[in-house]
């Protein structure tokens, strides 16, 4: 997100971990909030890119690779689920970077976590408290009001944060998690460049991903092991 948007956009930080997060203006309200694991999520807010993310910066376990589509008949999401697995792995691509293994066990569960959050109006909110903690992970993005359909979309303007100026470092800094990273402001509060969404993809201490989808039909969430 440029400099120009900043002002759009609604940032919190929490002591257990660190946020990056906002609301879609178009769909709505959207939230503030996230933290690391054992933190509180946040509180509702208006305003900005559809979009947030959160962090506890611990390694994942599980192998690379991706997982083909099993065809999945009675999961009305399961095309978006591997769309959502094949565009952060493209991305990835891009950087010689191995690709995410889609984290199928916990997808069930990532959905209630998106289903909460949306209802609640609460990014990050079920991640933050623990709600539904077996599929929580180390990280997470959230895609606010996108709905399953736009959920390339989504993903590709996280992406599009390593462009930024206040992002110009991260790359340096994905072996491991670094909350302090030289010119990488995962939650914006310094430059208004929000570079978390971005860190999470293309972290190489993150191995499985799951992409959950929200039963009211708006919010995304995408959770990093």
Known sequence: MSMKMASRVLLCLLAAGVAACSGADSQGS??????????????AGQGGMPS?????????????????????????????????????NTHRATMGLPPFARWKEAEPCVDQQATWDQENNKAHGSWGMGLYPTCN???????????????SGCLDGMWAERDQNGCSGCDACN?????????CDFYGQATGDVCGHYVNMSAKYFSKVA???????????????
């Open 137 to 151: 992970g180390s990280g997470q993005n959230e895609c606010l009001g996108h709905g399953a359909e736009n959920v």
């Open 211 to 225: 992409c959950g989808f929200s039963a009211a039909g708006g919010w995304i969430a995408i959770n990093f092991q």
């Open 30 to 43: 959207g939230g503030e909030g996230g933290a690391g694991e054992g933190g509180s999520g946040g509180n």
């Open 175 to 183: 072996e491991g998690y670094n909350p302090d990273c030289p010119n």
């Open 52 to 88: 947030s993310s959160a962090s506890s910066g611990s390694g994942g376990n599980g192998g690379g690779g991706t997982t083909s589509s099993s065809g999945g008949g009675s999961d009305p999401y399961e095309a978006a689920r591997q769309a959502c697995v094949d565009t952060i």
